[in-house]
Protein backbone atom coordinates (compact mmCIF):
# COMPACT_ATOMS: atom_id res chain seq x y z
CA UNK A 1 0.00 0.00 0.00
CA UNK A 2 1.11 3.64 -0.72
CA UNK A 3 2.09 5.55 2.49
CA UNK A 4 -0.20 8.56 2.24
CA UNK A 5 0.91 11.75 4.32
CA UNK A 6 -2.73 12.48 6.31
CA UNK A 7 -2.99 8.40 6.88
CA UNK A 8 0.68 8.47 8.94
CA UNK A 9 0.28 11.65 10.86
CA UNK A 10 -3.40 9.78 12.20
CA UNK A 11 -0.88 7.21 13.34
CA UNK A 12 1.46 9.49 14.63
CA UNK A 13 -1.75 11.47 16.52
CA UNK A 14 -2.92 8.47 17.73
CA UNK A 15 0.64 7.43 19.34
CA UNK A 16 0.94 10.90 20.49
CA UNK A 17 -2.32 10.74 22.96
CA UNK A 18 -1.53 7.09 23.93
CA UNK A 19 2.50 7.53 25.14
CA UNK A 20 2.23 11.49 25.31
CA UNK A 21 -0.96 12.55 26.44
CA UNK A 22 -1.63 8.96 28.84
CA UNK A 23 -4.98 8.16 26.50
CA UNK A 24 -6.75 4.36 26.32
CA UNK A 25 -5.59 3.03 23.53
CA UNK A 26 -9.11 1.33 22.56
CA UNK A 27 -10.80 4.65 23.16
CA UNK A 28 -8.25 6.57 21.45
CA UNK A 29 -8.38 4.13 17.88
CA UNK A 30 -11.84 4.30 18.42
CA UNK A 31 -12.03 8.00 18.64
CA UNK A 32 -9.66 8.61 15.85
CA UNK A 33 -11.35 6.26 13.18
CA UNK A 34 -14.10 8.13 13.82
CA UNK A 35 -12.76 11.65 13.28
CA UNK A 36 -12.49 11.44 9.46
CA UNK A 37 -15.62 9.94 7.79
CA UNK A 38 -14.01 10.04 4.08
CA UNK A 39 -11.70 7.43 5.06
CA UNK A 40 -12.46 3.91 3.49
CA UNK A 41 -12.17 0.70 4.95
CA UNK A 42 -8.63 0.60 3.77
CA UNK A 43 -7.64 3.40 5.48
CA UNK A 44 -9.01 2.55 8.88
CA UNK A 45 -7.28 -0.56 8.56
CA UNK A 46 -4.10 0.73 7.99
CA UNK A 47 -4.12 3.07 10.92
CA UNK A 48 -5.52 1.35 13.12
CA UNK A 49 -3.37 -2.18 12.62
CA UNK A 50 0.14 0.34 12.04
CA UNK A 51 -0.88 2.16 15.39
CA UNK A 52 -1.66 -1.25 17.48
CA UNK A 53 1.46 -2.50 15.87
CA UNK A 54 3.53 0.19 17.28
CA UNK A 55 1.79 0.42 21.00
CA UNK A 56 2.71 -3.42 21.28
CA UNK A 57 6.32 -3.32 19.93
CA UNK A 58 6.82 -0.07 20.89
CA UNK A 59 10.37 -1.03 22.66
CA UNK A 60 11.80 -2.89 19.84
CA UNK A 61 10.87 -0.32 17.26
CA UNK A 62 12.49 2.74 19.89
CA UNK A 63 15.45 0.69 20.46
CA UNK A 64 16.21 0.56 16.53
CA UNK A 65 15.91 3.97 16.39
CA UNK A 66 18.24 4.68 19.55
CA UNK A 67 15.27 6.21 21.58
CA UNK A 68 14.27 5.74 24.79
CA UNK A 69 10.59 5.21 23.97
CA UNK A 70 8.09 7.51 22.34
CA UNK A 71 7.99 10.57 24.28
CA UNK A 72 7.56 13.03 21.81
CA UNK A 73 6.22 13.83 18.29
CA UNK A 74 9.54 13.46 16.60
CA UNK A 75 9.92 9.86 18.24
CA UNK A 76 7.09 8.77 17.36
CA UNK A 77 8.06 9.88 13.72
CA UNK A 78 11.17 7.99 14.23
CA UNK A 79 9.57 4.68 15.82
CA UNK A 80 7.02 4.79 12.69
CA UNK A 81 9.65 4.49 10.48
CA UNK A 82 11.60 1.42 12.28
CA UNK A 83 8.18 0.11 11.85
CA UNK A 84 7.26 0.58 8.29
CA UNK A 85 10.93 -0.53 7.40
CA UNK A 86 10.40 -3.23 8.91
CA UNK A 87 6.99 -4.15 7.06
CA UNK A 88 9.29 -3.83 4.09
CA UNK A 89 8.10 0.19 3.14
CA UNK A 90 10.69 2.17 1.45
CA UNK A 91 10.42 5.27 3.43
CA UNK A 92 9.09 8.46 1.69
CA UNK A 93 11.25 11.43 1.50
CA UNK A 94 9.33 12.67 4.03
CA UNK A 95 11.40 15.75 6.08
CA UNK A 96 10.48 13.59 9.21
CA UNK A 97 12.08 10.44 8.14
CA UNK A 98 15.18 12.28 6.92
CA UNK A 99 18.50 10.94 8.07
CA UNK A 100 17.01 7.59 8.50
CA UNK A 101 19.08 4.25 7.30
CA UNK A 102 16.89 1.01 6.84
CA UNK A 103 19.58 -0.91 6.69
CA UNK A 104 21.00 -0.04 10.17
CA UNK A 105 17.40 0.46 11.50
CA UNK A 106 16.66 -3.69 10.14
CA UNK A 107 19.76 -4.47 11.46
CA UNK A 108 18.64 -2.83 15.03
CA UNK A 109 15.62 -4.68 15.08
CA UNK A 110 17.30 -8.14 14.67
CA UNK A 111 19.55 -7.61 17.35
CA UNK A 112 16.63 -6.38 19.29
CA UNK A 113 15.07 -9.58 18.40
CA UNK A 114 17.54 -11.40 20.36
CA UNK A 115 16.32 -9.84 24.01
CA UNK A 116 13.20 -11.00 25.29
CA UNK A 117 12.36 -8.00 26.90
CA UNK A 118 12.85 -6.11 23.69
CA UNK A 119 11.54 -8.64 21.43
CA UNK A 120 8.14 -8.23 22.95
CA UNK A 121 8.59 -5.10 24.56
CA UNK A 122 7.97 -4.82 28.22
CA UNK A 123 9.87 -2.52 30.49
CA UNK A 124 13.02 -4.47 33.12
CA UNK A 125 10.63 -5.13 35.71
CA UNK A 126 7.67 -6.41 34.27
CA UNK A 127 9.75 -8.96 32.89
CA UNK A 128 11.57 -9.67 35.83
CA UNK A 129 7.89 -9.73 37.61
CA UNK A 130 6.75 -12.57 34.48
CA UNK A 131 9.77 -14.23 35.61
CA UNK A 132 9.25 -14.26 38.75
CA UNK A 133 6.00 -15.20 38.75
CA UNK A 134 5.49 -17.77 35.96
CA UNK A 135 8.80 -19.06 35.38
CA UNK A 136 9.67 -20.72 32.15
CA UNK A 137 5.81 -19.95 31.01
CA UNK A 138 6.71 -16.16 30.77
CA UNK A 139 8.18 -16.58 27.47
CA UNK A 140 5.32 -18.38 25.73
CA UNK A 141 2.29 -16.14 27.78
CA UNK A 142 3.72 -13.38 26.89
CA UNK A 143 4.97 -13.73 23.14
CA UNK A 144 0.63 -14.84 22.67
CA UNK A 145 -0.16 -11.37 24.51
CA UNK A 146 1.30 -9.80 21.80
CA UNK A 147 -0.91 -11.20 19.13
CA UNK A 148 -3.96 -10.04 18.00
CA UNK A 149 -6.85 -10.90 19.78
CA UNK A 150 -9.61 -12.60 18.35
CA UNK A 151 -13.23 -11.26 17.95
CA UNK A 152 -15.81 -13.21 20.06
CA UNK A 153 -20.05 -12.22 20.38
CA UNK A 154 -22.05 -13.80 23.54
CA UNK A 155 -25.45 -14.19 22.69
CA UNK A 156 -28.10 -12.43 24.48
CA UNK A 157 -31.03 -15.08 25.22
CA UNK A 158 -33.31 -12.54 26.71
CA UNK A 159 -33.49 -10.90 22.88
CA UNK A 160 -32.59 -13.69 20.73
CA UNK A 161 -31.56 -17.47 20.29
CA UNK A 162 -27.88 -18.74 19.20
CA UNK A 163 -29.56 -19.71 16.06
CA UNK A 164 -31.22 -16.20 15.17
CA UNK A 165 -27.67 -14.90 15.74
CA UNK A 166 -26.36 -17.96 13.27
CA UNK A 167 -28.90 -17.51 10.64
CA UNK A 168 -27.87 -13.37 10.81
CA UNK A 169 -24.09 -13.89 10.48
CA UNK A 170 -24.91 -16.17 7.41
CA UNK A 171 -26.96 -13.73 5.48
CA UNK A 172 -24.57 -11.29 6.70
CA UNK A 173 -21.74 -13.63 4.93
CA UNK A 174 -19.57 -13.58 7.95
CA UNK A 175 -17.33 -16.28 8.75
CA UNK A 176 -17.16 -17.58 12.32
CA UNK A 177 -16.95 -21.02 14.57
CA UNK A 178 -18.64 -22.00 17.93
CA UNK A 179 -16.60 -22.51 21.54
CA UNK A 180 -16.82 -26.16 22.84
CA UNK A 181 -17.23 -24.58 26.41
CA UNK A 182 -19.03 -21.57 26.37
CA UNK A 183 -21.94 -21.97 25.40
CA UNK A 184 -23.35 -18.70 24.11
CA UNK A 185 -19.79 -17.74 22.61
CA UNK A 186 -19.76 -16.92 18.70
CA UNK A 187 -15.81 -16.38 17.25
CA UNK A 188 -16.08 -13.92 14.51
CA UNK A 189 -13.15 -14.84 12.08
CA UNK A 190 -12.91 -11.77 10.04
CA UNK A 191 -12.98 -8.32 10.83
CA UNK A 192 -15.83 -6.84 11.41
CA UNK A 193 -17.61 -3.62 12.82
CA UNK A 194 -20.52 -5.42 14.40
CA UNK A 195 -21.88 -2.45 16.30
CA UNK A 196 -23.18 -0.81 13.47
CA UNK A 197 -25.32 -3.87 12.82
CA UNK A 198 -29.11 -3.84 13.15
CA UNK A 199 -28.95 -7.23 15.38
CA UNK A 200 -26.13 -5.81 17.68
CA UNK A 201 -28.31 -2.23 17.89
CA UNK A 202 -31.23 -4.43 18.89
CA UNK A 203 -29.43 -6.39 21.67
CA UNK A 204 -29.34 -9.40 19.87
CA UNK A 205 -25.57 -9.63 21.35
CA UNK A 206 -22.62 -8.47 23.10
CA UNK A 207 -18.90 -8.24 22.46
CA UNK A 208 -17.34 -10.40 25.24
CA UNK A 209 -14.06 -13.22 24.81
CA UNK A 210 -14.60 -16.74 25.54
CA UNK A 211 -12.80 -16.72 28.59
CA UNK A 212 -15.00 -13.47 30.17
CA UNK A 213 -18.14 -15.74 29.15
CA UNK A 214 -16.88 -18.58 31.02
CA UNK A 215 -16.65 -16.30 34.54
CA UNK A 216 -20.57 -16.12 34.56
CA UNK A 217 -21.30 -19.61 33.19
CA UNK A 218 -18.98 -20.70 36.20
CA UNK A 219 -21.35 -18.74 38.79
CA UNK A 220 -24.52 -20.78 38.06
CA UNK A 221 -26.79 -18.29 38.42
CA UNK A 222 -30.52 -19.33 38.57
CA UNK A 223 -33.71 -17.81 37.42
CA UNK A 224 -35.14 -16.39 41.29
CA UNK A 225 -31.78 -15.86 42.79
CA UNK A 226 -30.34 -13.03 44.63
CA UNK A 227 -27.01 -11.84 43.14
CA UNK A 228 -24.48 -9.60 43.53
CA UNK A 229 -22.00 -8.57 41.13
CA UNK A 230 -19.88 -6.56 44.08
CA UNK A 231 -17.45 -5.22 41.13
CA UNK A 232 -19.40 -4.56 37.97
CA UNK A 233 -18.29 -1.91 36.62
CA UNK A 234 -19.66 -0.91 32.95
CA UNK A 235 -21.46 -4.48 33.71
CA UNK A 236 -20.53 -7.33 30.64
CA UNK A 237 -20.46 -10.04 33.34
CA UNK A 238 -23.99 -8.45 34.65
CA UNK A 239 -25.52 -8.66 31.82
CA UNK A 240 -24.22 -12.27 30.91
CA UNK A 241 -25.84 -13.23 34.26
CA UNK A 242 -29.16 -11.35 33.82
CA UNK A 243 -29.40 -13.72 30.62
CA UNK A 244 -28.43 -17.12 32.41
CA UNK A 245 -31.16 -15.81 35.07
CA UNK A 246 -34.19 -15.18 32.47
CA UNK A 247 -34.17 -12.08 33.73
CA UNK A 248 -36.17 -13.72 36.79
CA UNK A 249 -35.09 -12.87 40.12
CA UNK A 250 -32.39 -9.76 41.43
CA UNK A 251 -29.29 -8.57 40.62
CA UNK A 252 -27.68 -5.26 42.64
CA UNK A 253 -24.32 -4.37 40.31
CA UNK A 254 -22.06 -2.40 42.57
CA UNK A 255 -19.24 -0.17 41.75
CA UNK A 256 -17.49 2.80 42.84
CA UNK A 257 -17.11 4.46 39.71
CA UNK A 258 -20.72 6.57 38.62
CA UNK A 259 -19.97 6.95 34.89
CA UNK A 260 -19.42 3.05 34.41
CA UNK A 261 -22.63 2.57 36.55
CA UNK A 262 -24.73 4.82 33.55
CA UNK A 263 -22.99 2.73 30.97
CA UNK A 264 -24.51 -0.48 32.65
CA UNK A 265 -28.12 1.01 33.07
CA UNK A 266 -27.83 2.09 29.05
CA UNK A 267 -26.51 -1.40 28.48
CA UNK A 268 -28.96 -3.07 30.63
CA UNK A 269 -31.93 -1.47 28.28
CA UNK A 270 -30.80 -2.43 25.03
CA UNK A 271 -30.43 -5.73 26.26
CA UNK A 272 -33.33 -6.22 27.34
CA UNK A 273 -32.07 -7.04 31.15
CA UNK A 274 -35.24 -5.39 33.73
CA UNK A 275 -33.62 -6.75 36.69
CA UNK A 276 -30.14 -5.44 37.37
CA UNK A 277 -30.04 -2.48 40.04
CA UNK A 278 -27.20 -0.36 39.31
CA UNK A 279 -25.63 0.88 42.49
CA UNK A 280 -23.35 3.38 43.81
CA UNK A 281 -21.25 1.62 46.60
CA UNK A 282 -21.45 3.60 50.17
CA UNK A 283 -18.56 2.48 52.43
CA UNK A 284 -20.21 -0.22 54.74
CA UNK A 285 -22.39 -1.43 52.08
CA UNK A 286 -21.43 -5.19 52.75
CA UNK A 287 -23.20 -4.89 55.95
CA UNK A 288 -26.00 -3.69 54.18
CA UNK A 289 -25.92 -7.05 52.16
CA UNK A 290 -24.91 -9.08 54.72
CA UNK A 291 -25.51 -12.33 54.37
CA UNK A 292 -27.91 -11.86 51.08
CA UNK A 293 -26.42 -13.58 48.31
CA UNK A 294 -27.28 -16.89 46.60
CA UNK A 295 -24.55 -15.70 44.17
CA UNK A 296 -21.80 -13.25 44.46
CA UNK A 297 -19.17 -12.30 41.48
CA UNK A 298 -15.84 -10.80 42.90
CA UNK A 299 -14.66 -9.81 38.98
CA UNK A 300 -11.91 -7.91 41.13
CA UNK A 301 -9.32 -4.58 39.40
CA UNK A 302 -6.07 -6.04 38.86
CA UNK A 303 -3.51 -5.42 36.53
CA UNK A 304 -4.81 -7.00 33.44
CA UNK A 305 -1.52 -8.80 32.07
CA UNK A 306 -4.11 -11.24 30.47
CA UNK A 307 -5.72 -9.11 28.31
CA UNK A 308 -2.69 -7.28 27.03
CA UNK A 309 -3.80 -8.46 23.11
CA UNK A 310 -6.85 -5.80 23.52
CA UNK A 311 -5.10 -3.49 26.03
CA UNK A 312 -0.80 -3.32 24.97
CA UNK A 313 -0.44 0.10 26.03
CA UNK A 314 -0.75 -1.63 29.86
CA UNK A 315 2.29 -2.84 29.72
CA UNK A 316 3.97 0.91 29.33
CA UNK A 317 1.79 2.28 31.91
CA UNK A 318 1.72 -0.57 34.56
CA UNK A 319 3.89 -0.18 37.17
CA UNK A 320 5.05 -2.20 40.50
CA UNK A 321 3.58 0.39 42.63
CA UNK A 322 0.46 -0.12 41.14
CA UNK A 323 0.90 -3.89 40.52
CA UNK A 324 1.01 -4.04 44.28
CA UNK A 325 -1.74 -1.93 44.91
CA UNK A 326 -3.73 -4.01 42.95
CA UNK A 327 -2.87 -7.15 44.81
CA UNK A 328 -3.56 -5.04 48.27
CA UNK A 329 -6.96 -4.01 47.28
CA UNK A 330 -7.77 -8.06 46.17
CA UNK A 331 -7.09 -9.31 49.76
CA UNK A 332 -9.13 -6.23 50.97
CA UNK A 333 -12.36 -7.02 48.71
CA UNK A 334 -12.51 -11.11 49.23
CA UNK A 335 -12.22 -9.86 53.21
CA UNK A 336 -14.81 -7.48 53.30
CA UNK A 337 -16.99 -8.73 50.27
CA UNK A 338 -17.21 -12.33 51.67
CA UNK A 339 -19.73 -11.16 54.27
CA UNK A 340 -22.46 -10.52 51.31
CA UNK A 341 -22.84 -14.15 50.67
CA UNK A 342 -25.01 -16.36 52.53
CA UNK A 343 -24.49 -20.03 53.60
CA UNK A 344 -24.56 -22.59 51.17
CA UNK A 345 -23.96 -19.80 48.77
CA UNK A 346 -21.77 -19.72 45.87
CA UNK A 347 -18.64 -16.91 45.46
CA UNK A 348 -16.73 -16.83 42.12
CA UNK A 349 -13.92 -14.59 42.40
CA UNK A 350 -11.90 -13.73 39.13
CA UNK A 351 -9.32 -11.68 37.33
CA UNK A 352 -8.38 -11.09 34.07
CA UNK A 353 -4.83 -11.32 35.10
CA UNK A 354 -2.27 -14.36 34.79
CA UNK A 355 -0.35 -13.59 37.42
CA UNK A 356 -0.50 -16.13 40.22
CA UNK A 357 -0.05 -13.51 43.23
CA UNK A 358 -3.34 -11.94 41.92
CA UNK A 359 -4.79 -15.54 41.72
CA UNK A 360 -4.05 -18.56 43.68
CA UNK A 361 -2.35 -16.91 45.86
CA UNK A 362 -5.42 -14.69 46.95
CA UNK A 363 -7.41 -17.21 47.20
CA UNK A 364 -4.59 -19.36 49.51
CA UNK A 365 -4.55 -16.29 51.59
CA UNK A 366 -8.67 -15.79 52.16
CA UNK A 367 -9.00 -19.40 53.01
CA UNK A 368 -6.06 -19.32 55.70
CA UNK A 369 -8.00 -16.62 57.49
CA UNK A 370 -11.81 -17.86 56.45
CA UNK A 371 -12.34 -21.70 57.01
CA UNK A 372 -16.12 -21.38 55.73
CA UNK A 373 -15.09 -21.00 52.62
CA UNK A 374 -13.57 -24.33 50.09
CA UNK A 375 -12.80 -24.46 46.38
CA UNK A 376 -14.97 -25.74 44.21
CA UNK A 377 -13.71 -25.17 41.23
CA UNK A 378 -10.56 -23.61 39.57
CA UNK A 379 -9.90 -22.35 36.05
CA UNK A 380 -6.12 -20.95 34.93
CA UNK A 381 -6.73 -20.08 31.65
CA UNK A 382 -3.92 -19.54 29.50
CA UNK A 383 -3.54 -17.37 26.27
CA UNK A 384 -0.57 -19.73 24.78
CA UNK A 385 -2.53 -22.74 25.54
CA UNK A 386 -6.42 -21.61 24.54
CA UNK A 387 -6.06 -18.55 22.27
CA UNK A 388 -8.12 -16.86 24.62
CA UNK A 389 -8.44 -13.89 27.22
CA UNK A 390 -5.87 -14.90 30.18
CA UNK A 391 -7.88 -15.80 33.33
CA UNK A 392 -8.23 -16.53 36.41
CA UNK A 393 -11.63 -18.10 37.97
CA UNK A 394 -12.33 -19.43 41.44
CA UNK A 395 -15.41 -20.75 43.00
CA UNK A 396 -16.08 -21.19 46.49
CA UNK A 397 -18.80 -22.37 48.36
CA UNK A 398 -19.67 -21.06 51.89
CA UNK A 399 -20.27 -24.14 54.54
CA UNK A 400 -21.54 -22.13 57.43
Known amino acids: MKLHKNLCEAVISGLDQVFVQGGHANQVVETLLQSNKKWGARDRNFIAEN ?58 IEEGKAIRKIRESVPDWLDERGMAELGD ?36 NIPFRLDEEATDAIIIEVKKNLRGTYAYKSG ?8 SQLVAQMLDPR ?15 TLHIASLMQNKGEINAIDVYEDKLRELDSRARRNGAAIITPTFYIEG ?21 GVLRRNPDTKQKLT ?33 S ?7 KQIEKFLAKNSS ?5 ERKISPRETGNDGFYICKLERKN
Open 223 to 237: PRMTVIDACAGAGGK
Open 204 to 211: WFEIQDVS
Open 51 to 108: LYSLIRYQRLYSYAMGLSGIDSVESAWKAFGAHLISEGYELLAWTEWEGIDASGVKEK
Open 373 to 377: FKVIE
Open 137 to 172: KWEGELHALNETAPLCIRVNRLKATKESVIDFLETE
Open 320 to 352: PEMLDEYIALQEDLLHRYSIMLRQGGILVYATC
Open 354 to 360: IFPSENE
Open 285 to 305: MENQFRGNADRLLLDVPCSGM
